[in-house]
Structure formats: C-alpha cells, structure tokens
C-alpha cells in the first residue's frame, strides 16, 4: 500500500506542478500502468501461495481419505482453485488471459498431483491390509468334509474299471437263491458236502416244498455269484463278457479272518476259440492291473463241480516278492481266486452248444484282496460302520 | 490227508527234494496245507565216536571227551572238529559210539542244551543216555551205538526215525487219492515213475466164511456190494511197532491190532473196513446173518462214540436180524465192536452209496474217515484184493485164521468207461501243442488204457494212420473204475493239462469280436447315487444282511406293506436269523457303536439289498435301497468352527442334491403323519416323491425308536428305493438360456397361520405368477408373538422377475408382484408384513 500513497502523494506533487486536467491524465495513466503491475505481481504471488498450499496439503495427505477431503478443499464445488478460477472473470481485463492461464495450468498440475498421491496412498494401504491379514498357514483347514466309499465298494470298482476296459460288462443278480441256480446248475453233486448245514445258510421254504435233507431247503443264501452266470447264459447269447460282483454267504462265524456275509466278484467269458492260454492271460492281466506289473501268477490245478479244467490262482507275494515271508506263510505266493473252463454240463444246462462254443469262469473275494492290499487286519471292521476307520479311505 | 513219505516212499521213488515234491503237488491239484518234520525232536543230535577220555582236572567222577561228530562241527578252516564235552558217565571208553546232543538241541524232555563250564572246563554238548532222548528208562550211563556206527550223522536219520508227514487237502472229486496207493499212483504219474503196488500172501484154512455169515442187501443202490470175511482164534492186543507207527503218520490213534488193521487198510487202499465181534453178531443157529436195510424211521442206534442217535429211513443200517449193529459207511455200533475179549472177527468191506452217505452224515453231524470216503466214491471193484490183504494181515498180527471164502454180495458191479481223447480238440481248448505221446502216457500212468480209436473217420486208412497217413486224432481211452470223475472227454483233458502243467501254457488275451464293456443304465444311475452321497458328506457303509426278528417293530417301522422276514433255517445267532427288510436298523447299530466310542459327527449311507417273502412263493421279493443317516453334528470342533447338530433339513438337502444330480423331475417332499410313519418324528418327516412315484422317505428318527437302538438324538435317516428312484431318474437336464435381460427383484414378507406351508406359498405364487416370475426364494422364517402374532409365522420371499425378450418396466413387475400377493392372501389368508 505504501506504493500507492506514494503514488497519491506524487500525484498531489504533480498536480501542483502542473495543470490538473493535464497531471491528472498522465497521473491516471501512469497509476493504471503502475497498478497494473503491482497487481500482476501481486497475483502471482498469490497464486503461487495457494500453490505451494495445495501440494504440501497433497503431499502431507496420509490417507486416501485425507486425500480425498484435499481434493475437495481444492477442486471441489467450494474449492480454493475453484473459486479462484470463478472470480476470473471479476478481473480486469488484462489479467484475466494470465491469471486464467495460470490457474488452469496449476489445476492441471494439481490433479496430476492429487492422481499420484492416490496411487501412492492406494499402494500402501494395500500393503498395509495385506501385511494385516497374514494368517498362520500351519493352523488346521476348513475342510468340506466330503463322504468317501466303502472299501470293499472302492476295490470292487478297482475291479469292475480293469474288466470294463477289457470289453467286460457288469450283471447283477439276487441274493437267495434257489438249490438249482447256486448248486445244480453249476453241476454240484446232489450231496456235494458244500451244501451241509454248516457251510450254507438255508432259508425257509414258503412254497411248502420238503427239502432232501432234515433242515435244508431249496432256498439258500447264495454262497457263490456263479448262480447269476447260469442267469446271464440263459438270458443272453454269446459272445458273453460279464463279470459278477455281489454279496454272498457262508456260516462261518465272524472272526478276524471271517465273516458270514462277504464280497465275491466273478467273471464268465463265452464265446468261439477261448482256450485256457486265454483264462490265463486274462487273469494275469488283472493281477498285474490290480496289484503292479511287477507281480507274478500262477495257476495251480483245482476242483470246482463247475468248471473242467479248474485251478487256483495265486499272485507272487507283494512283501517278500515270492521269497517267501510270514504274511505268504513263506510260500511266497497269495491264493487270490479260482476259476477253470466252463465245464460242459453247465453249458448242458443253458442250452449252448458245448462244441460251438468254449469259456472261462473266475471268481474272487474281495474281503481276500482288501487283506492283500490294505492290511485290514481283522474283517469284521468292514461291517462295523466305525466312521474312524470308513474314513481313511 | 496225512502222509508219511517214508511209507509212500515204499511204493513210489520220491524226490529228494522235499519242497520241490510239495510244489508240484500244489501245482497239480494236490494242496500241501502242512509239511511236518517227525524225528524233529532229534534235531541237532548227531552220532559221535569218542575220540579221547581223560580225567577231569578238578574231579574224581567226571570226565572230559573228545567227541568226534564228523562234518556236525567244524572248525574254522572248515574242516571237522572234535567237540570238548565234560562227561559224568562211567560206561564208555574210549572209541565208542555215542548220541551226541549239540549246543541248541532240545532234549525230548525240554532240557536244552547250550555251551557251559564244569568245574572249570569248557563243555560243547552232551553225550546222551536213552532216558534223555526219550527212547527208554536207562540211566545209568550214556547209550553205546553199535561199533560200525557212521559218525555225524542226524540221530533220527540214523535211527530211520526221521519222516516227513505232508498233511494234503485231496479235492472232493478224487476220492483215489484218499489212499497211500492213491497218492503213489499221483506222484507215479507226475514224475513218470512206476508203482510198486503191496502184495500179501494169505493163507486160508477149512472152514468156509459162509458157514458163518450170511450177507443180504435190501437197496442195492444203497450197497453196490458187500463182503465179509471171518477171522477165527484171533488175540486182540496192541498192534505190533511198524503198525502202530504207520496208523498214527496217518493220523489216527492205534487201538488194539485188529482196529489198527482195519485202519491200515483203510489208509492204503482208501476202502473203509468194519471188524465186528462176531460173538455178538451171532443168532441162536450159530451164524451172523447181516443185512444191509434202511433205517427204520425214528430207530435207536447207539454208535462206536457211545452216543444214542435217532436215524431216518433215508439212512442205511447193517443190522442182523435182531437189531442194527453199524450204521452202514459211517460208524460201527457199541455193542458190536471188537475188544479184547474177541476171537471170532467179521470183517466188512463193502461199498455205500455217496448220496446217503453224505446226507447220513450231514444229518446225524457225524463225519468219519469212512464216511468222507464213500461219500466221495469207492470203488467196488478191488474189495476182493482188498479185504484178502486186511485178512491176511489180521492173521499176520492177532495170530487167528482166514476162515476159507468170502461172502460176497455185489449187485452193482461199476464198469469201466469207455472214452474218446480227441487230440486236436484238446489241444485247442487248452491253446497249446501238447504233444500225443505226452497224453498217452500220461494217462496211461493215471491208470487209464489207451488205444487208437477205431471206426473214426480220421483212422479208416491203416490202423492208427489217417487218411493221408497221419497219426489217428482220437484215442480210445478206458477209464479207471477207481475214477469215477473220469466220466467225460473234457475230465480227461483236465487230467492231462494238469500233469503237462498248467504253468506251461502261454497266456493270451480272448480276441474275440462283439465284446463291449458297458455299464448299464441302473449302473450309472447308481454310480451318480454314491457320488452325489458322498459329496453330501455321507461316508458309504456295509452291515449285516441279516437281522433280528422284531428289528423293525423296535423301529417303530410299519411293516405290514413289507411282507413277512425271510427266516434263516440255520442261522448263527439268533439276532442274525433273518434277512433285513430296511438298512437303517444296521446302520443305527453303527450308530450306537460310533457313539459308544467317542464318535459324534456320523454320516452313513448303504446301497444294498432288502427282502421280503410271501406265502407260497419260493424265492423272496429283493429291492435295492439306499439308506443313509445323519446323527450327532456336523463337523468337528475346530479353531475355525463349530460343530452344527443335524436337522430335518440336513437330511432333505442331501436328497435335493441326489435328485439334482438325477435330473428327476417333478420332485415334492410331502409331510408325513405319524400314523404313516411312526419311526420318525412327527413334524420332521416327509415323504418324497417324483410325480406319482414314491421314491422313500426322509426325516429325523423318532426318540423312543432311537432309544430302542441306544442310539442318541438327532439322528436324521432316508431310505429311498433304488428301482423308483433309477427309474424316475433323467438322463440329462435340460439346457435353458441364461437371461440377456436384468431382473427385478421385489421381497414380501408374509405373514400366515403356521400351518401354511412353505409348499403352499410357493404353490400359490408360482400358480399366479405367470410367465414374468422367474424365482421364487424363500429367505427368512420369523416368529414372534408380539409383532407378528400368535399362532403365525411371518416368511420373507425374494420373486425375481424377468422378461426374456426385454428389459422389465416397474410398472410390469408391480403389476405382476400385486396380482401374487393378491392370489396369495385370498389362498392362504396371508397378510403382507409392514403394509
């Protein structure tokens, strides 16, 4: 202000000097010019202030929040910058192209400036959340605790996929059976001792038929799922690939190693040329399939009324690798299933042509491979229901 | 059957190598279940010769010995070593031949042998006396062998008490093998050796058999034929050493000389003989007159083990006319049986059908070495050798006389059978070249005959050529008598592989045409059924079959719609005597026993068969279920968790899954009354169903049914069947279009009587919805007195609505949503909450 009452004073000088019409024009153009500096500085001045203002409030900003309250402290409807570029038009008129010049860049700048200090802040507060939510990745997970299958179900299906791969199909049958489905037709001697009372369980007869023998029956809980082979070769022509898999029963009293109620999965092949090469190539493939490739098989020779030749198959000992050992009772070998060539009689039975055609028939417990494989040390586990155990598998 | 090499090795050359003996016997069909060593009681004693005797240093009784045992010790150069043993004899010198027990034997008495010092004099053995070995009461010095005694070798070699006994499982349909020759004639023809068959001399003096014994056969299917034999002036005592040696290798327990003969005979020919005191057998004229009669229904029979059974008339007796006296290929009778104070001996041997053998025995629960043979089949033809061989032998050991003759009685005399071996045929079954001179005598050594067929078409150039000068393709073959499972070309073929080896056949895959591996329909479906279980967080299970009857009513289960219990004729405990008509009675047992032991999260399910009979029908109806159960909470405790108890809700959702993962449509869970279900809680029990089908029932157990199985609440169970649900099943869902156009979404809440549904309400809304109500989600259930009102419930929906073709206008869905509400409130009387 000092300037301007210099100004006046100088004024007052001049016009005592000269004429007042003639000073006070030269004195009004010379105050216009002079002022106009001064207000040029003076808003440069100002705008800078406000500048320097706007970027420590940016810079000093710690949060997006604070951030955000800076952006609306300047730019916002009631902003610093905002109203200052407003009052632009109240300028006169040769200030306004700089002022407006200048305003515009420094919003310019301080939006760059406003994005920048946001990113920064967004970074770090994303660090600082993520540093925040490390867990200690040792604690227990939160499991979706999913069922899982019984074991005898898991290797009966082992099975069942081994097959299938081979051109095997699945077939089903009941569980009583008649005498003529579980023994006869698979030509059991009439008094074969299989048929006692204490290795097969009879069921009362509610047709009123007698049975042969004092407290036998026609009707029996199958001890075999050959009776639903005799079914598959009445109802279907050969060529015939199924394997069999189902509950059967024996009285035997539950132990460690027995149950009266187990799992047998048999197999039938009929059809044209099927030699006893091709039985033992079948089950040697399953056992290599089943038990690892590096297992070896062999047959022994057998009898069941059912089929001619039959035998025993064995699979070389997983433990010992067929040197013998405790668990192959030092043979070094594993009974794991029968089987032998369809005996002609039972192809008498289903009415195919014994010259036509020939087959194979196996048959193995799946209780026997639970053992061999997963060391179930007592059966009667299987039956139990003990969720601590149907969980491990 | 137990058998002794040492005896069979009097018929047939055996291999040296005794395990490669038994794995050709497994091989061949002849399981070794035992392999066991007698004369094991000796091992580690050796014969030794006394090299040196001196005075022990620190004793006036004892002495020290150098014992030389041969290669049973040697010495670090490997050459052999006399052992040091300190000796308290007094009857040896120097130079004698001594049982030498080494360090590690184990004396019969129990003593074991182990390395010591005697007054300061290392000790490496004992020189034994009899007593110590167990051979005899001598004590008073060591046992001398023989001057020439061989030096180092095993003491039960040396006294030929060694012997393998193999204990052998003979499959039922080779009842030959059931005998000492049997066996020798098997290893003859797995190893291509001859038979020596044991021959007898028997001296018969005056009187004939048949002034004593008169034989009449009733049935003669029961009795192919009957023999008998008389024994006169006979001495009933303990069998001589070699016999009572032979009857316990095979496993029997001598008696006296005149059992242990009949037994004898029995191990080496396989025929079953009776010796009866004649004395008692005798009517008022002086004769035994034996007839083989069925039982009469209901008879008292007294048998050999002094138990009185009451027999059948499908059974067989031999009886003289007074009485039964055995009862015929099972066992003799008390009061006829041989004792000291016999001297007249009727000698049976005879043969008995296997089918009323087998069916005696399986009914009186009485199984004998005879009986296990004739049910398998002895053969009528060599009885004649057979029982001259007994009555020698009798003679030979009671000191009696063959009285002249045998009364035979054969009504049914077995013909050998007459066989074709076609070569090429079998050759092709087996998929080998089994060469022709291989089959011959191979089965010429099974005792088969064998010769070129004749009149075959293959054979009508030169005898034994073909056509075109090959060698004929069919042999004629003539099966043994004494193999009654040679009855078919294909017995023989089995027999001829089983020699060659069956471990000598190429494996090969079928390569047959039109095979195809494929599930079936029910298959798949069920393999849907465990997955969608199992990812419900079902653990799949396995029980019992059987049941106790009552099971059900414990279960509070109607069982009236179900049928009777399939009853078990034998069961093995009476809460296992029939067969199950539900799953969820097995699986609530598991329950109990989970929860017994600590266990509270159980998740079970089971995919098995149910049955149930009817009057009249033979075989019972089976269905297939599914059964699953919930019981306890879900989860265990955890850092992160907490364990949520099941509910109603547990159970349905996990069917919701199945159904989806079936694609069954048009699914309802209706409530069930407990009229209609008195084993579940009334309120928390629906029946589902797809359309018209029933498919089962879900809900949470009724408490008293749980009490009943010790089970504890809550226990959330379904049984669905399999058959209903498979067939309800679809293939695949269908595809719908996923929507272009945004919805609206609009929530009311409800307020209703409790006994308005959920199902009702859905009902309603979707019934008015028409085309524009997309959803319809139900998202709260809230109950109170004060602002909702007593006996009411408010239920809070979430409707989506949507068009397909367009973007939905508000005015569109308020329209729609009022025209709902509206239906809903005159359906069901609801109001709308906060309006």
Same mark, same amino acid.
């Given at each position: 202000?000092?300037?301007?009452?210099?100004?006046?004073? %100088?004024?007052?000088?001049?016009?005592?000097?000269?004429?007042?019409?003639?000073?006070?024009?030269?004195?009004?153009?010379?105050?216009?010019?002079?002022?106009?500096?001064?207000?040029?500085?003076?808003?440069?001045?100002?705008?800078?202030?406000?500048?320097?203002?706007?970027?420590?409030?940016?810079?000093?900003?710690?949060?997006?929040?604070?951030?955000?309250?800076?952006r609306v402290r300047t730019l916002g409807k009631l902003g610093i910058l905002t109203a200052y570029l407003g009052s632009i038009g109240s300028l006169p008129q040769g200030e306004r192209a700089f002022v407006g010049k200048t305003a515009n860049e420094m919003r310019v700048?301080?939006?760059?400036? %406003?994005?920048?200090?946001?990113?920064? %802040?967004?970074?770090?507060?994303?660090?600082?959340?993520?540093?925040?939510?490390?867990?200690?990745?040792?604690?227990?997970?939160?499991?979706?605790?999913?069922?899982?299958?019984?074991?005898?179900?898991?290797?009966?299906?082992?099975?069942?996929?081994?097959?299938?791969?081979?051109?095997?199909?699945?077939?089903?049958?009941?569980?009583?059976?008649?005498?003529?489905?579980?023994?006869?037709?698979?030509?059991?001697?009439?008094?074969?001792?299989?048929?006692?009372?204490?290795?097969?369980?009879?069921?009362?007869?509610?047709?009123?038929?007698?049975?042969?023998?004092?407290?036998?029956?026609?009707?029996?809980?199958?001890?075999?799922?050959s009776g639903v082979q005799v079914r598959v070769m009445e109802q279907q022509k050969p060529p015939i690939y199924v394997i069999v898999p189902g509950k059967v029963y024996r009285r035997d009293v539950a132990d460690p190693s027995h149950l009266p109620q187990f799992t047998q999965i048999e197999g039938l092949v009929v059809d044209k040329g099927i030699t006893f090469g091709d039985l033992k190539g079948t089950l040697d493939y399953f056992c290599k399939q089943m038990f690892g490739q590096d297992r070896k098989t062999r047959v022994r020779a057998h009898y069941f009324p059912f089929t001619e030749p039959s035998a025993e198959v064995d699979v070389s000992c997983g433990i010992c690798q067929g040197e013998g050992c405790r668990f192959c009772k030092g043979t070094g070998w594993l009974e794991i299933m029968g089987c032998g060539m369809v005996d002609p009689n039972v192809f008498g039975y289903v009415g195919i042509d014994a010259q036509e055609y020939t087959g194979f028939a196996f048959g193995m417990g799946v209780e026997r491979i639970a053992c061999l494989k997963y060391n179930v040390p007592d059966l009667r586990m299987l039956v139990e229901g003990d969720m601590r155990f149907l969980r491990q598998f | 059957?137990?058998?002794?090499?040492?005896?069979?090795?009097? @018929?047939?050359?055996?291999?040296?190598?005794?395990?490669?003996?038994?794995?050709?016997?497994?091989?061949?069909?002849?399981?070794?279940?035992?392999?066991?060593?007698?004369?094991?009681?000796?091992?580690?004693?050796?014969?030794?010769? &006394?090299?040196?005797?001196?005075?022990?240093?620190?004793?006036?009784?004892?002495?020290?010995?150098?014992?030389?045992?041969?290669?049973?010790?040697?010495?670090?150069?490997?050459?052999?070593?006399?052992?040091? &043993?300190?000796?308290?004899?007094?009857?040896?010198?120097?130079?004698?031949?001594?049982?030498?027990?080494?360090?590690?034997?184990?004396?019969?008495?129990?003593?074991? &042998?182990?390395?010591?010092?005697?007054?300061?004099?290392?000790?490496?053995?004992?020189?034994?006396?009899?007593?110590?070995?167990?051979?005899?009461?001598?004590?008073?010095?060591?046992?001398?062998?023989?001057?020439?005694?061989?030096?180092?070798?095993?003491?039960?070699?040396?006294?030929?008490?060694?012997?393998?006994?193999?204990?052998?499982?003979?499959?039922?349909?080779?009842?030959?093998?059931?005998?000492?020759?049997?066996?020798?004639?098997? &290893?003859?023809?797995? @190893?291509?050796?001859?038979?020596?068959?044991?021959?007898?001399?028997?001296?018969?003096?005056?009187?004939?058999?048949?002034?004593?014994?008169?034989?009449?056969?009733?049935?003669?299917?029961?009795?192919?034929? @009957?023999?008998?034999?008389?024994?006169?002036?006979?001495?009933?005592?303990?069998?001589?050493d070699w016999l009572a040696e032979r009857v316990t290798a095979a496993g029997a327990r001598p008696i006296n000389n005149v059992v242990d003969v009949t037994n004898y005979i029995l191990f080496l020919f396989g025929q079953p003989l009776h010796a009866f005191d004649f004395d008692s057998l005798k009517s008022p004229d002086g004769k035994a007159h034996i007839v083989v009669?069925?039982?009469?229904?209901?008879?008292?029979?007294?048998?050999?083990?002094?138990?009185?059974?009451?027999?059948?008339?499908?059974?067989?007796?031999?009886?003289?006319?007074?009485?039964?006296?055995?009862?015929?290929?099972?066992?003799?009778?008390?009061?006829?049986?041989?004792?000291?104070?016999?001297?007249?001996?009727?000698?049976?041997?005879?043969?008995?059908?296997?089918?009323h053998t087998s069916r005696t025995s399986r009914n009186l629960g009485l199984i004998s070495e005879s009986s296990m043979r004739y049910e398998r089949g002895v053969d009528d033809n060599p009885i004649g050798f057979n029982t001259d061989f007994a009555a020698a032998l009798l003679a030979e050991v009671s000191g009696g006389e063959v009285c002249s003759g045998i009364v035979d009685v054969w009504p049914v005399k077995t013909e050998p059978v007459n066989l074709l071996f076609h070569l090429e045929r079998f050759n092709a079954m087996v998929g080998a070249d089994i060469p022709r001179e291989f089959v011959c005598e191979t089965l010429a050594r099974l005792g088969c005959e064998v010769g070129e067929a004749l009149g075959e078409p293959e054979s009508a150039?030169?005898?034994?050529?073909?056509?075109?000068g090959k060698q004929a393709e069919v042999l004629r073959v003539v099966a043994p008598t004494f193999r009654p499972d040679l009855e078919r070309e294909i017995d023989l073929f089995e027999e001829v592989l089983r020699i060659y080896g069956m471990d000598r056949v190429e494996p090969t895959l079928p390569g047959g045409r039109g095979r195809i591996g494929v599930r079936s329909v029910f298959e798949q479906a069920l393999a849907t059924v465990h997955a969608s279980l199992r990812a419900s967080g079902l653990n799949e299970t396995m029980t019992y079959s059987f049941a106790e009857p009552g099971e059900l009513g414990r279960l509070r289960m109607a069982a009236d719609e179900m049928g009777c219990a399939v009853e078990l004729i034998n069961p093995i405990n009476a809460d296992q005597s029939v067969m199950r008509q539900s799953i969820i009675p097995g699986l609530l047992k598991s329950v109990a026993y989970n929860q017994s032991h600590g266990v509270k999260n159980i998740q079970l399910y089971e995919v098995g068969a149910v049955f149930f009979g009817a009057e009249g029908k033979k075989q019972p109806k089976e269905k297939q279920k599914v059964a699953g159960l919930f019981a306890g909470a879900m989860g265990e405790v955890g850092w992160n968790t907490q364990p949520a108890g099941f509910d109603f809700f547990d159970g349905k959702g996990a069917l919701e899954n199945l159904m989806r993962e079936l694609a069954v449509p048009r699914l309802r869970f209706k409530a069930l009354e407990s009229a209609e279900a008195p084993h579940l809680q009334p309120g928390r029990?629906?029946?589902?169903?797809?359309?018209?089908?029933?498919?089962?029932?879900?809900?949470?157990?009724?408490?008293?049914?749980?009490?009943?199985?010790?089970?504890?609440?809550?226990?959330?169970?379904?049984?669905?069947?399999?058959?209903?649900l498979v067939k309800a099943a679809r293939p695949a869902r269908d595809y719908i279009d996923i929507p272009v156009f945004p919805a609206v979404t609009m929530d009311v809440a409800l307020v209703v009587d409790e006994d308005v549904t959920h199902e009702r309400?859905?009902?309603?809304?979707?019934?008015?919805?028409?085309?524009?109500?997309?959803?319809?989600?139900?998202?709260?259930?809230?109950?109170?007195?004060?602002?909702?009102?007593?006996?009411?419930?408010?239920?809070? @929906?979430?409707l989506v609505y949507r068009a397909a073709d367009r973007t939905l206008t508000s005015a569109e869905a308020d329209k729609a949503h009022e025209r709902i509400i509206n239906k809903v409130k005159g359906a069901t009387g609801a109001e709308v909450r906060g309006s």
């Open positions: 202000m000092a300037v301007r009452e210099e100004i006046d004073a %100088l004024k007052a000088e001049i016009q005592g000097v000269l004429g007042k019409t003639e000073s006070t024009q030269i004195l009004e153009r010379l105050k216009a010019e002079v002022l106009a500096v001064i207000s040029k500085e003076e808003n440069q001045q100002a705008i800078l202030t406000l500048r320097t203002e706007i970027f420590n409030a940016i810079t000093g900003s710690k949060t997006l929040q604070d951030l955000d309250q800076v700048a301080v939006e760059a400036a %406003l994005e920048a200090r946001k990113a920064e %802040l967004s970074a770090f507060e994303m660090a600082a959340r993520i540093d925040a939510s490390a867990v200690d990745v040792t604690l227990p997970g939160r499991a979706q605790q999913m069922g899982t299958r019984h074991l005898i179900s898991r290797i009966t299906d082992e099975v069942a996929e081994i097959f299938l791969g081979i051109g095997y199909s699945v077939a089903q049958g009941p569980e009583v059976e008649t005498d003529y489905y579980n023994f006869e037709a698979l030509n059991a001697p009439p008094d074969h001792p299989s048929r006692g009372l204490a290795d097969t369980f009879y069921v009362r007869d509610l047709s009123g038929a007698a049975a042969a023998v004092t407290g036998e029956s026609d009707v029996l809980l199958r001890t075999q799922t | 059957m137990k058998v002794s090499l040492k005896w069979l090795k009097e @018929y047939v050359a055996l291999p040296d190598d005794v395990k490669a003996l038994c794995d050709r016997l497994d091989l061949t069909g002849t399981g070794v279940e035992a392999v066991e060593k007698t004369g094991a009681a000796f091992d580690k004693i050796v014969t030794g010769r &006394i090299a040196e005797k001196a005075a022990h240093p620190d004793s006036d009784h004892l002495w020290v010995t150098k014992v030389d045992v041969g290669e049973a010790n040697l010495g670090e150069d490997g050459t052999p070593q006399p052992l040091q &043993i300190v000796c308290g004899a007094q009857n040896f010198d120097a130079g004698d031949h001594v049982a030498v027990a080494l360090v590690g034997a184990v004396l019969p008495g129990g003593a074991q &042998i182990k390395k010591s010092k005697l007054r300061g004099v290392t000790s490496c053995g004992m020189n034994c006396s009899e007593r110590e070995l167990g051979l005899g009461a001598e004590h008073d010095g060591i046992m001398i062998l023989p001057a020439g005694a061989p030096v180092g070798l095993p003491f039960a070699d040396y006294m030929q008490m060694g012997d393998v006994v193999l204990d052998l499982e003979i499959t039922p349909n080779r009842p030959d093998c059931l005998s000492m020759v049997g066996m020798a004639r098997e &290893i003859g023809a797995l @190893y291509n050796e001859d038979v020596t068959w044991p021959s007898h001399e028997l001296v018969e003096v005056g009187e004939a058999a048949s002034d004593y014994v008169t034989v009449e056969v009733g049935e003669a299917a029961r009795c192919p034929r @009957y023999t008998a034999r008389v024994i006169k002036g006979a001495t009933v005592g303990p069998s001589p009669r069925p039982a009469e229904e209901g008879e008292r029979f007294t048998t050999l083990d002094g138990e009185e059974r009451s027999l059948k008339g499908d059974m067989t007796v031999i009886a003289t006319p007074e009485r039964a006296v055995a009862l015929a290929g099972v066992m003799g009778g008390q009061d006829s049986e041989v004792t000291e104070a016999t001297t007249t001996i009727l000698l049976e041997a005879a043969t008995f059908s296997p089918a150039g030169e005898p034994g050529r073909g056509l075109h029990a629906a029946a589902l169903w797809s359309g018209g089908s029933l498919l089962g029932w879900v809900g949470e157990l009724h408490p008293l049914a749980l009490e009943a199985f010790d089970a504890v609440a809550p226990v959330v169970a379904f049984e669905l069947d399999l058959a209903a309400l859905l009902q309603c809304m979707v019934g008015a919805g028409g085309s524009l109500l997309e959803q319809v989600s139900l998202f709260d259930v809230y109950r109170d007195e004060q602002r909702v009102g007593q006996g009411k419930k408010s239920m809070a @929906y979430a």
